[in-house]
Nanobody, 123 residues
Framework: QVQLVESGGGLVQAGGSLRLSCAASGRTISTYVIGWFRQAPGKVREFVTAINWGGGKTIYEDSVKGRFTISRDNAKNTLYLQMNSLKPEDTGVYYC????????????????WGQGTQVTVSS
């Protein structure tokens, strides 16, 4: 069982930055893949980035490459999403999610989800 709690969302102007956090708990968190997804109003939930907690492998959706960085703090069991050069199209509810097994972009393959945190980027 894995529990996830996101924080750090807010309102920011285009070009600004935010850092989201995802506090994870569970005895075997180091064996999980943790992903960030986002969902804009009226749109499907989409993949943003993911990390293999144990090995550190990362993947990014093309539109965020070079702007977003996923990282983890093993001592704090916390995952971070540093978001720079934000654009209005980055607006949405951001969720962290966990799955056992291989890193993947499909949200339906993630078993555990946080409650989400709202990110709003104004133009």
């Amino acid at each position: 069982q894995v529990q996830l709690v996101e924080s750090g969302g807010g309102l920011v102007q285009a070009g600004g930055s935010l850092r989201l956090s995802c506090a994870a708990s569970g005895r075997t968190i180091s064996t999980y893949v943790i992903g960030w997804f986002r969902q804009a109003p009226g749109k499907v939930r989409e993949f943003v980035t993911a990390i293999n907690w144990g090995g550190g492998k990362t993947i990014y959706e093309d539109s965020v490459k070079g702007r977003f960085t996923i990282s983890r703090d093993n001592a704090k069991n916390t995952l971070y999403l540093q978001m720079n050069s934000l654009k209005p199209e980055d607006t949405g509810v951001y969720y962290c999610a966990a799955r056992a097994g291989l890193i993947h972009t499909n949200p339906t393959l993630y078993a555990y989800w946080g409650q989400g945190t709202q990110v709003t980027v104004s133009s």
